[in-house]
């Protein structure tokens, strides 16, 4: 009788598995089509830039309407204001009267201001490599091009984005986490995002 209960478990631990990694992926795939029609975006990420051999840290703001992106830094305080625009369903970058020179994070010319974009990119438009449960949350890996992985985890009811990591050159060169996620037809004008406190 043993020998014919655990394959019978093994089965059903298999099914269930797989029945949650097709919800998750079904989620996924909705959260990803709400995105592309969604007519104005609105958050803020606290951004940790990893180079070669220093750690920096941003605070920006990101927003998107029909008419293209912008994403502004709020903190440092030094740089506080800095804004640079992108046209829609782009990752290219134009600053409008300063230019941010933070340094390129990895071969392919990433930048702390640029990974907002990028990681909008990725879930618009990458392919789903995995899924998985982490404390709660669904965890997806995205591969959008052979040059970038996008490990992305999600809150559920209604799926948002939390936190990512972006990997370039085989290493972690970015690590987002998301607040105050604004999705859907179109938004009031933003306030100008407070100073952080230091």
Same mark, same amino acid.
């Given at each position: 009788?043993?020998?014919?209960?655990?394959?019978?478990?093994?089965? @059903?631990?298999?099914?269930? $598995?797989?029945?949650?990694?097709?919800? #998750?992926?079904?989620?996924?795939?909705?959260? %990803?089509a =709400?995105?592309?029609?969604?007519?104005?975006?609105?958050?803020?990420?606290?951004?940790?830039a990893?180079?070669?051999?220093?750690?920096?840290?941003?605070?920006?703001?990101?927003?998107?309407?029909?008419?293209?992106?912008?994403?502004t830094?709020v903190?440092?305080?030094?740089?506080?204001?800095?804004?640079?625009?992108?046209?829609?369903?782009?990752?290219?970058?134009?600053?409008?009267?300063?230019?941010?020179d933070?340094?390129?994070?990895d071969?392919?010319? @990433?930048?702390?201001?640029? $990974?907002?974009?990028?990681?909008?990119? #990725?879930?618009r438009?990458?392919?789903?490599? %995995?899924? =998985?449960?982490?404390?709660?949350?669904?965890?997806?890996?995205?591969?959008?091009?052979?040059?970038?992985?996008?490990?992305?985890?999600?809150?559920?009811?209604?799926?948002?984005?939390?936190?990512?990591?972006?990997?370039?050159?085989?290493?972690?060169?970015?690590?987002?986490?998301?607040?105050?996620?604004?999705?859907g037809?179109?938004?009031?004008?933003?306030p100008?995002?407070?100073?952080?406190?230091?």
């Amino acid at each position: 009788m043993k020998r014919l209960l655990l394959p019978l478990l093994l089965c @059903l631990c298999l099914l269930l $598995s797989g029945c949650g990694k097709d919800r #998750a992926e079904r989620d996924f795939e909705s959260f %990803s089509a =709400r995105l592309n029609a969604a007519q104005s975006l609105r958050f803020t990420a606290k951004v940790r830039a990893e180079y070669e051999h220093k750690t920096a840290r941003f605070t920006l703001a990101y927003e998107e309407d029909a008419e293209g992106g912008r994403v502004t830094v709020v903190a440092p305080e030094l740089i506080r204001g800095v804004s640079a625009r992108f046209a829609p369903g782009g990752t290219t970058l134009e600053y409008d009267s300063v230019v941010l020179d933070t340094g390129s994070l990895d071969s392919f010319g @990433l930048s702390p201001m640029s $990974s907002l974009p990028v990681l909008l990119h #990725a879930m618009r438009v990458g392919h789903a490599e %995995s899924f =998985r449960e982490e404390d709660g949350q669904t965890v997806v890996q995205l591969a959008p091009d052979d040059k970038l992985l996008c490990t992305v985890w999600f809150e559920k009811d209604p799926m948002r984005p939390v936190r990512a990591e972006l990997v370039t050159d085989g290493r972690v060169t970015v690590v987002v986490e998301i607040n105050d996620w604004q999705e859907g037809a179109a938004l009031p004008a933003s306030p100008t995002p407070a100073a952080e406190p230091q």
